[in-house]
Protein backbone atom coordinates (compact mmCIF):
# COMPACT_ATOMS: atom_id res chain seq x y z
CA UNK A 1 0.00 0.00 0.00
CA UNK A 2 1.42 3.11 -0.82
CA UNK A 3 2.41 5.05 2.14
CA UNK A 4 0.12 8.03 1.57
CA UNK A 5 -2.94 5.81 1.72
CA UNK A 6 -1.38 3.96 4.66
CA UNK A 7 -3.61 4.59 7.29
CA UNK A 8 -1.62 5.90 10.62
CA UNK A 9 -1.94 4.07 14.42
CA UNK A 10 -4.34 5.66 16.88
CA UNK A 11 -3.44 3.20 19.99
CA UNK A 12 -5.88 3.28 22.74
CA UNK A 13 -4.43 2.31 26.27
CA UNK A 14 -6.40 -0.94 28.27
CA UNK A 15 -8.36 0.84 30.95
CA UNK A 16 -7.06 -1.10 33.91
CA UNK A 17 -3.35 -1.08 32.97
CA UNK A 18 -0.50 -1.70 35.70
CA UNK A 19 1.66 1.04 36.28
CA UNK A 20 4.12 -1.23 37.15
CA UNK A 21 4.22 -3.38 33.93
CA UNK A 22 2.32 -1.21 31.51
CA UNK A 23 4.80 1.25 30.33
CA UNK A 24 7.42 -1.06 29.68
CA UNK A 25 5.00 -2.80 27.23
CA UNK A 26 3.51 0.23 25.54
CA UNK A 27 7.16 1.24 25.04
CA UNK A 28 8.49 -1.78 23.39
CA UNK A 29 5.30 -0.90 20.93
CA UNK A 30 6.03 2.80 20.33
CA UNK A 31 9.59 1.61 19.18
CA UNK A 32 8.40 -0.93 17.36
CA UNK A 33 5.14 0.76 14.98
CA UNK A 34 5.08 4.01 14.28
CA UNK A 35 2.30 5.52 15.85
CA UNK A 36 0.62 8.64 15.74
CA UNK A 37 -1.49 9.25 18.82
CA UNK A 38 -1.69 7.44 21.98
CA UNK A 39 -5.03 7.48 24.07
CA UNK A 40 -6.06 6.35 27.16
CA UNK A 41 -9.07 6.50 29.93
CA UNK A 42 -8.43 4.41 33.14
CA UNK A 43 -11.47 2.63 34.82
CA UNK A 44 -11.70 4.44 38.00
CA UNK A 45 -12.42 7.67 39.51
CA UNK A 46 -9.19 8.06 41.89
CA UNK A 47 -7.62 11.30 40.74
CA UNK A 48 -4.47 10.31 41.99
CA UNK A 49 -3.90 7.32 39.73
CA UNK A 50 -5.05 8.80 36.77
CA UNK A 51 -2.80 11.77 37.43
CA UNK A 52 0.60 9.26 38.20
CA UNK A 53 -1.28 7.38 34.60
CA UNK A 54 -1.27 10.98 32.72
CA UNK A 55 2.55 11.71 33.98
CA UNK A 56 4.23 8.18 32.81
CA UNK A 57 2.55 7.33 29.79
CA UNK A 58 3.08 11.05 28.47
CA UNK A 59 6.65 10.87 29.20
CA UNK A 60 6.51 7.89 26.78
CA UNK A 61 4.44 9.02 24.11
CA UNK A 62 6.49 12.22 24.16
CA UNK A 63 9.70 10.74 24.26
CA UNK A 64 9.04 8.78 21.22
CA UNK A 65 6.65 12.23 19.21
CA UNK A 66 3.60 10.52 19.70
CA UNK A 67 0.66 12.70 20.90
CA UNK A 68 -1.24 11.63 23.53
CA UNK A 69 -4.70 12.47 24.63
CA UNK A 70 -7.04 11.84 27.74
CA UNK A 71 -10.86 10.36 27.65
CA UNK A 72 -13.02 13.05 28.75
CA UNK A 73 -10.78 14.75 31.84
CA UNK A 74 -10.10 17.86 30.60
CA UNK A 75 -8.59 19.05 34.02
CA UNK A 76 -5.99 15.85 33.70
CA UNK A 77 -5.30 16.69 29.57
CA UNK A 78 -4.73 20.55 30.98
CA UNK A 79 -2.84 19.52 34.27
CA UNK A 80 -0.70 16.97 32.97
CA UNK A 81 0.84 18.76 29.75
CA UNK A 82 -0.78 16.05 27.72
CA UNK A 83 -1.90 16.87 23.87
CA UNK A 84 -5.64 17.05 24.34
CA UNK A 85 -8.72 15.15 24.94
CA UNK A 86 -10.74 12.31 23.59
CA UNK A 87 -14.52 12.79 23.78
CA UNK A 88 -17.26 10.15 24.30
CA UNK A 89 -20.12 12.10 23.81
CA UNK A 90 -20.50 12.91 19.80
CA UNK A 91 -21.03 15.74 19.37
CA UNK A 92 -22.17 17.60 22.81
CA UNK A 93 -19.06 18.79 24.37
CA UNK A 94 -16.97 19.49 21.56
CA UNK A 95 -17.45 23.02 21.73
CA UNK A 96 -16.87 23.35 25.67
CA UNK A 97 -13.75 21.32 25.22
CA UNK A 98 -12.26 23.38 22.48
CA UNK A 99 -12.98 26.80 24.67
CA UNK A 100 -11.22 25.01 27.93
CA UNK A 101 -7.76 23.59 26.34
CA UNK A 102 -7.30 26.25 23.52
CA UNK A 103 -6.83 25.86 19.66
CA UNK A 104 -3.78 24.17 19.74
CA UNK A 105 -5.44 20.98 21.31
CA UNK A 106 -6.52 17.56 19.92
CA UNK A 107 -10.40 17.18 20.48
CA UNK A 108 -11.71 14.47 19.33
CA UNK A 109 -15.41 12.85 19.48
CA UNK A 110 -16.12 8.88 19.28
CA UNK A 111 -19.16 8.97 17.77
CA UNK A 112 -20.64 5.67 17.67
CA UNK A 113 -22.06 4.56 13.89
CA UNK A 114 -23.85 8.03 13.45
CA UNK A 115 -22.91 10.07 10.05
CA UNK A 116 -24.97 12.95 11.79
CA UNK A 117 -23.51 12.90 15.01
CA UNK A 118 -19.98 13.00 13.21
CA UNK A 119 -21.02 15.73 10.91
CA UNK A 120 -21.83 17.95 14.34
CA UNK A 121 -18.46 17.22 15.58
CA UNK A 122 -16.63 17.90 12.59
CA UNK A 123 -19.22 21.08 13.06
CA UNK A 124 -18.05 22.16 16.30
CA UNK A 125 -14.52 21.95 16.20
CA UNK A 126 -13.43 18.30 16.31
CA UNK A 127 -10.01 17.50 14.91
CA UNK A 128 -11.07 14.11 14.22
CA UNK A 129 -13.87 11.84 15.38
CA UNK A 130 -13.91 8.33 15.52
CA UNK A 131 -16.88 5.55 14.40
CA UNK A 132 -17.05 2.02 15.62
CA UNK A 133 -17.17 -0.68 16.77
CA UNK A 134 -16.05 -2.09 13.09
CA UNK A 135 -15.64 -5.55 14.33
CA UNK A 136 -17.05 -8.40 16.94
CA UNK A 137 -16.39 -6.96 20.81
CA UNK A 138 -17.57 -7.19 23.84
CA UNK A 139 -20.75 -5.68 23.24
CA UNK A 140 -22.23 -8.26 21.41
CA UNK A 141 -24.91 -7.31 19.27
CA UNK A 142 -23.85 -3.15 19.21
CA UNK A 143 -24.73 -1.94 15.52
CA UNK A 144 -21.54 -1.83 13.54
CA UNK A 145 -19.87 1.27 11.88
CA UNK A 146 -19.60 -0.59 8.51
CA UNK A 147 -17.07 0.32 5.09
CA UNK A 148 -19.77 2.43 3.52
CA UNK A 149 -19.88 4.83 6.21
CA UNK A 150 -16.17 5.40 6.02
CA UNK A 151 -16.18 5.28 2.26
CA UNK A 152 -18.87 8.52 2.37
CA UNK A 153 -17.04 10.32 5.08
CA UNK A 154 -13.84 10.45 3.65
CA UNK A 155 -15.43 11.40 0.41
CA UNK A 156 -17.44 14.11 1.32
CA UNK A 157 -15.60 15.81 4.74
CA UNK A 158 -12.64 16.83 5.12
CA UNK A 159 -11.92 15.56 9.21
CA UNK A 160 -9.87 12.76 9.70
CA UNK A 161 -11.79 9.95 10.56
CA UNK A 162 -10.76 6.69 12.80
CA UNK A 163 -12.07 3.29 12.58
CA UNK A 164 -11.90 1.86 15.75
CA UNK A 165 -13.35 -1.65 17.56
CA UNK A 166 -13.14 -4.92 16.96
CA UNK A 167 -10.44 -4.62 14.25
CA UNK A 168 -9.17 -8.06 12.44
CA UNK A 169 -6.48 -8.31 9.94
CA UNK A 170 -9.35 -8.30 7.02
CA UNK A 171 -11.11 -5.56 8.20
CA UNK A 172 -7.72 -3.32 8.67
CA UNK A 173 -7.39 -4.43 4.71
CA UNK A 174 -11.36 -3.22 4.16
CA UNK A 175 -10.85 0.21 5.92
CA UNK A 176 -7.05 1.08 5.17
CA UNK A 177 -8.19 2.68 1.64
CA UNK A 178 -10.96 4.92 3.56
CA UNK A 179 -9.94 5.36 7.12
CA UNK A 180 -7.23 8.16 8.11
CA UNK A 181 -6.83 6.44 11.51
CA UNK A 182 -6.61 2.84 12.91
CA UNK A 183 -7.89 2.65 16.51
CA UNK A 184 -6.26 -0.20 18.24
CA UNK A 185 -6.12 -1.40 21.72
CA UNK A 186 -8.30 -4.49 23.05
CA UNK A 187 -6.91 -6.44 20.00
CA UNK A 188 -3.14 -6.51 20.73
CA UNK A 189 -3.15 -5.44 25.06
CA UNK A 190 -4.46 -9.35 25.28
CA UNK A 191 -1.56 -10.88 23.71
CA UNK A 192 1.95 -12.04 25.30
CA UNK A 193 3.33 -10.34 22.99
CA UNK A 194 1.27 -7.23 22.25
CA UNK A 195 4.04 -5.50 19.57
CA UNK A 196 4.00 -9.02 17.50
CA UNK A 197 0.04 -8.88 17.38
CA UNK A 198 0.04 -5.54 16.05
CA UNK A 199 2.04 -6.36 13.56
CA UNK A 200 0.13 -9.13 12.42
CA UNK A 201 -3.43 -7.11 12.48
CA UNK A 202 -1.39 -4.74 10.09
CA UNK A 203 0.23 -7.29 8.18
CA UNK A 204 -2.36 -6.46 5.18
CA UNK A 205 -0.70 -3.04 5.27
CA UNK A 206 2.66 -4.28 3.71
Same mark, same amino acid.
Given at each position: ??????????????????????????????????? =??????????????????????????????????????? $?? *?????????? $???? *?????????????????????????????? *??? *?? =?????????????????????????????????????????????????????????????????????????????????
Amino acid at each position: MAAQDRPQIYLVAPPDLDLEVFPDRLARVLDGVDV =ACLRFGLATADADRIGRAADGLRAIAHERDVAIVVETHL $LV *AERHGLDGVH $LTDG *ARTVREARKALGADAIVGAFCGVTRHEGMN *AGE *AG =ADYVAFGPVGETLLGGAARADRDLFAWWSEMIEVPVVAEGGLTAALVAELAPVADFLGIGPEIWGAEDPLAALRALLAPLG
